[in-house]
């Protein structure tokens, strides 16, 4: 089967196959799930928590840390993302949510299968979980 490249940016649409259905576009949804900070607090409370992988760098988790993370910063990534079970639940926490996310979304191009970003990072964990948190 072959495919046909997409039509340059100027050049008219191909026209639709008249036996193809008409559907409505799915959105687009990320390859993984985002997790709020509540729901991951009650799940590592009841004992039933993925592992929660804090991507920071040293100095960030040296000011605060989720109770029970491990710790496997962002800038050492090529040496450690192998040693994972590629379907082991995994969530990843960062500072604000982002650099997990981008991490998700890479790891599931490589075949990750049970991943979670967890969503606004810790400093969503410290403002609705830990408010006593250092920050």
Known sequence: MTSTPPAAPDSPAP?????AP???????????R???P?????QMAAGAAPRVID??????REICR???SEFLPLSDVRTWWLTLDRDEPLVFQCHHGNRSRSLCYALAAE???ALANLT???????MAVEPGMAW
């Open 38 to 42: 509540v729901e991951l607090a009650a």
């Open 22 to 32: 008409v559907s409505p576009a799915a959105p687009d949804r990320p390859p993984f």
């Open 15 to 19: 026209p639709e196959s008249p036996a």
């Open 55 to 60: 991507i920071r760098e040293p100095h960030e």
């Open 66 to 68: 989720i109770e029970g």
């Open 120 to 126: 606004g990072g810790i400093d969503a964990w410290r």
């Open 34 to 36: 985002e997790i709020g």
């Open 111 to 113: 075949g990750f299968t």
